[in-house]
């Protein structure tokens, strides 16, 4: 059984755990001074062409979310996202615990748009109503698609012609800007705060939350101490993240899982499937009978994500740092034998 379910059923990419074997014996301070995670912060930096950006390392994506969105918040503030959104889908209510409301949006394509959040906007009422203050993406979105540059940059002047904040999720940015036009600087440019993702980009585990707006940046360590996300053994976040920042590895990581999506996609698109979205990133939705789905999961795991009718559904394949060629190869050749067969039993029934 060959899992297709997500982007982190692996370990860590060689390098990583190389590095992480051979700094083992080495002491450093605590909580993130250490020597690597400040060189790491560094790299992060550069790449940003950003000098001023406030770099923090911690374990999970969950928690970069909560952490970040409970740090900007108010008690009486809520933040804007889509409906497909993974704060508002799974995370298990994690913002709502902290007393912040989800200003939820419908769209097709996972996509949020400056008329969803002028939307929003126009129905708050004053004392009623939680005042909008946080305007939550993913980059890529929960259901495969991107943002392009100008969707970014529209986004951002919004959010700044009505005072609100910014903040990306970049769970797996390294597929996102992969297959999008925005760069590391407009990421620094164009948002309040974003964070870096690892654990599904080749990592042991961990996320780099990046903060470029100076008010938000005074004090944002003790949020992390607060709620348990400051690591003791903060260099095994460093170390990781450096490695990824050294010689555009993180980026090579994305290009890598985007490549194999693509071979997948190309094939159901030869056998005439449809797709739920239209991705260009790691994560594609291919519409299937039930019958080919079947016969897939005998050999393969991987998410049913939504039932189209009666007789067909939409799956969820995920490529990752380690997705080899020859898998994928592989999976396409029992897909034609999947389709082929179906092909026969429709026939034979009519």
């Given at each position: ?7 982190y059923?692996e ?6 755990l190389?590095a992480?074997?051979?700094s083992?014996?080495e ?8 020597m ?6 560094d790299l992060?930096?550069?790449k940003?062409?950003s000098?001023s950006?406030?770099v923090?390392?911690i374990s999970?994506?969950t928690?970069?979310?909560l952490t ?9 503030e809520?933040v ?9 889908v799974?995370?298990?209510g994690?913002i ?5 409301k989800?200003?939820?949006v419908?769209?097709?394509?996972g ?8 939307a ?6 004053e004392?009623?109503k939680?005042?909008p203050?946080?305007?939550y993406?993913?980059?890529p ?11 970014l ?7 700044r ?16 800007l992969c297959?999008?036009?925005i760069?590391?600087?407009d990421l ?18 961990g ?8 008010v ?7 949020n992390l101490?607060?709620r348990?996300?400051?690591l ?6 460093g170390?990781?993240f450096?490695?990824?920042?050294s010689?555009?590895l993180?980026?090579?990581?994305g ?6 999506a693509a071979?997948?996609?190309?094939a ?8 739920l979205?239209?991705s260009q ?9 039930i ?16 039932k ?31 389709s ?6 429709v026939c034979?029934?009519?």
């Amino acid at each position: 059984m060959y899992s297709f379910k997500n982007d982190y059923s692996e370990g860590c990419h060689p390098a990583i755990l190389q590095a992480l074997m051979e700094s083992n014996g080495e002491q450093h301070s605590g909580y993130g001074f250490d020597m690597y995670s400040q060189q790491a912060a560094d790299l992060i930096r550069e790449k940003l062409e950003s000098p001023s950006a406030a770099v923090h390392f911690i374990s999970g994506g969950t928690q970069a979310n909560l952490t970040v969105i409970a740090s900007i918040l108010r008690p009486y503030e809520s933040v804007i996202a889509v409906e497909t959104g993974h704060i508002l889908v799974h995370e298990t209510g994690a913002i709502e615990a902290t007393g912040h409301k989800i200003e939820a949006v419908q769209s097709t394509d996972g996509k949020l748009r400056s008329s969803d959040i002028i939307a929003v906007l126009d129905k708050f009422e004053e004392i009623h109503k939680p005042i909008p203050r946080l305007v939550y993406i993913s980059h890529p979105t929960e259901i495969g698609t991107h943002y392009r540059r100008e969707e970014l940059i529209a986004l951002s002047q919004c959010c700044r012609e009505n005072g609100l904040y910014l903040f990306i999720d970049g769970a797996r940015l390294a597929s996102g800007l992969c297959a999008s036009d925005i760069t590391f600087p407009d990421l620094a440019r164009y948002t309040d705060v974003f964070y870096i993702g690892g654990t599904k980009s080749g990592a042991l585990l961990g996320e780099a939350i990046v903060i470029n707006n100076p008010v938000l940046q005074q004090n944002f360590i003790y949020n992390l101490k607060q709620r348990g996300a400051l690591l003791a053994k903060g260099r095994l976040l460093g170390i990781q993240f450096k490695v990824l920042f050294s010689n555009d590895l993180f980026l090579e990581i994305g290009n890598h899982m985007n490549q194999m999506a693509a071979k997948l996609a190309n094939a159901f698109q030869e056998l005439g499937y449809s797709f739920l979205t239209n991705s260009q990133t790691n994560q594609i939705f291919p519409i299937l009978p039930i019958s080919v789905i079947e016969k897939l999961q005998k050999k393969y795991d991987f998410y049913i994500w939504q039932k189209m009718n009666s007789r067909e559904s939409a799956i969820r394949l995920v490529t990752s740092w380690a997705t080899k060629e020859a898998m994928i190869n592989q999976f396409i050749e029992d897909l034609y034998i999947a389709s082929e067969v179906e092909k026969k039993e429709v026939c034979e029934v009519r």
